[in-house]
């Protein structure tokens, strides 16, 4: 039987891309039943470390590195940025910049002396002249004939360095691609998310997408939700992509002896984005910014965190929690109004005289709201920043459902 992965970096399966020139979904796309997502996974080993990557997986913190937006902008457009059409006889050279392949991890799994490549190829193409197909490169993929069917027992895999630091506070961000299917019901399509550690070690690997159907046809627009991901063989895992580095494994696999179709084609890979609205509302700008300390007075560290708690149990869950970048939050020390937003890794600073109460003030991002253990405003005075005068607060939100 045949399956196909692609790995990435939270819920929901793809569907259809409602976009301009998208095509219609054929017939026949299903999900390939969990056993069999669990069997290929199974015999399947992860993707080699990415060695100097490491320090781009999921687990590393968002950049600080992009500018705040303020308040009362709009930004309501969807942006397309293309990642590949596969256009390029000599994929993947050339492929370098935010989101890029990873050629080093271009090898078969099962027969890395030998066996089959992803490689760029004319039998297909959703649009232009080629294609991406799993098993047309390499020294036992060189000779393909378009049409032929797959092999069995081989498991090339290549990965995708998917950048989404700068896609911070969104209210659409999709990977889409174009899918050519003819394969059987046990075999298909995956798309795992695969993290690394530090030392480059995989730490994780989810499948959370899965097709498979005797199309010969292209699906046009298949759309995976990077802001809501789910683990196909453990529903109460999901997260958020955005704002991180991810990694995305695309791995064939096959195994058995039943006679397979043609196989599994990927053309026009790219990502859909779009900024969250803010409401324009006028918002106080601050008469000090964020450091306030007048001379006699006693001062104390204040940092405030905000993140998106999906079970609001006041603890932040990596992979599955969300930080929120770019939020206003306001403090009232006495009269003095202070403020700042938080960077992409989801922080704060203030330093402010704490000889009287304070109030913290938190703005909610459009289509969220706080978590009911999670007060806002807060109240705070001197007691609560204790004899090291630091004091740590969270805001926690929920998506509206």
């Known amino acids: ?139 036992a993929g060189a000779g393909y004939r378009c049409g032929e069917p797959y092999p069995a027992d081989t498991s090339p895999s290549v990965l995708l360095r998917l950048d989404l630091s700068k896609r911070q506070n969104m209210e659409r961000l999709d990977l889409v691609m174009d899918v050519w299917a003819d394969a059987a019901p046990d075999e298909g399509l995956f798309v795992n998310y695969v993290a690394y550690d530090r030392s480059g070690d995989v730490a994780e690997r989810r499948p959370i997408y899965s097709a498979t159907g005797r199309l010969s046809a292209w699906a046009r627009g298949q759309r995976l939700n990077l802001l809501d991901v789910r683990d196909a063989l453990d529903p109460a895992w999901r997260a958020s992509f955005a704002g991180r580095v991810v990694h995305v494994e695309l791995l064939f696999h096959s195994h058995g002896s039943t006679p397979g179709g043609a196989g599994i084609f990927v053309d026009n890979v790219r990502l859909v984005s779009r900024a969250a609205t803010v409401p324009v509302t006028p918002v106080p700008t601050p008469s000090i910014g964020a450091v306030y300390c007048p001379a006699g007075t006693t001062c104390g560290s204040l940092q405030v965190e905000a993140f998106i708690d999906y079970r609001c149990d006041g603890n932040y869950q990596q992979g599955v929690d969300r930080k929120l970048g770019r939020q206003w939050v306001e403090v009232l020390a006495g009269a003095t109004p202070l403020g700042a937003f938080t960077k992409p890794s989801g922080s704060t600073f203030f330093r402010l005289p704490i000889d009287q109460p304070m109030t913290v003030s938190f703005t909610l991002p459009a289509g969220h709201k706080m978590c009911a253990n999670s007060p806002n405003p807060l109240t705070l005075t001197a007691g609560d920043f204790g004899r090291s005068l630091r004091k740590k607060i969270r805001f926690r939100v929920v998506p509206l459902r």
Do not use: H, K, Y
């Open 1 to 139: 039987m045949v399956l196909v992965v692609l790995a990435l970096a939270a819920p929901a399966g793809w569907a259809l891309a409602e976009e301009a020139g998208g095509g219609v979904q054929p017939d026949g796309l299903r999900p390939v039943a969990p056993a069999a997502i669990a069997a290929a996974l199974a015999v399947s080993p992860p993707p080699a470390a990415v060695g100097a990557e490491a320090d781009l997986d999921s687990a590393a913190a968002p950049r600080d590195d992009a500018p705040a937006s303020p308040p009362g902008v709009l930004a309501a457009v969807d942006e397309t940025t293309v990642i590949d059409t596969f256009e390029r006889a000599d994929w993947p050279t050339g492929t370098t910049g935010d989101n890029r392949w990873l050629p080093q991890t271009l090898l078969d799994l099962r027969q890395p002396a030998g066996g089959r490549r992803w490689a760029s190829s004319p039998c297909q193409a959703a649009d232009g002249t080629r294609s991406l197909c799993p098993i047309c490169g390499g020294p």
